[in-house]
């Protein structure tokens, strides 16, 4: 019971402890309530689009942190299929007192090109540390297919 006292105090009085990323969502938009709160509008999975390449508009990744104590460094890129050509990549900096606090942080992403159909990834990383590489699909949609046309019937003879 000491030492879990005694780890506990220390974990108190840390200047500096790596924090974890509990969640990271790609969107279209995010948006502030005037209470301060968010909303994460289209979340996305797949990008499908009727032709490669292509440009997208404005995309945002939504991640958020807790559990660490200290001033970070987050950067969120998009890695193309070959795992190692980044696309776009983004970042910002930000501060956990202690360990009751939360920060959570919005990158906008625009303008990105994807050339060809695959699986890219997102990688949020914090201070050098990867914490998350999440699969992104882009995917051709294949052309709807019309039902062939219902000859009209001919009218009965008498």
Same mark, same amino acid.
């Given at each position: ?53 292509? =440009? ?7 991640? &958020?942190?807790?559990?660490? #104590? ?6 969120? /890129?998009?890695?193309a299929p070959d795992g ?22 919005v990158l906008v992403f ?10 890219y990834y997102i990688e =949020? ?7 998350? &590489?999440?699969?992104?699909? #882009? ?6 297919? /019309? ?12």
């Amino acid at each position: 019971m000491r030492r879990m006292m005694n780890d506990y105090s220390q974990t108190m009085n840390a200047t500096r402890i790596l924090p974890e990323l509990q969640a990271s969502l790609m969107c279209e938009s995010v948006h502030q309530e005037t209470n301060g709160n968010l909303i994460l509008v289209g979340v996305v999975y797949l990008i499908r689009v009727p032709q490669l390449p292509v =440009v997208t508009g404005r995309f945002c990744v939504f991640n &958020r942190w807790a559990a660490g #104590v200290g001033r970070f460094h987050t950067r969120t /890129r998009i890695v193309a299929p070959d795992g190692i050509t980044t696309l776009s990549e983004g970042g910002s900096q930000f501060e956990l007192p202690d360990l009751a606090h939360h920060a959570s942080n919005v990158l906008v992403f625009a303008n990105v090109e994807f050339k060809t159909a695959g699986t890219y990834y997102i990688e =949020v990383l914090v201070d050098d540390v990867m914490k998350l &590489r999440s699969p992104l699909s #882009v995917a051709l949609a294949q052309p709807q297919s /019309r039902p062939a046309a219902t000859p009209a019937a001919e009218p009965k003879q008498a």
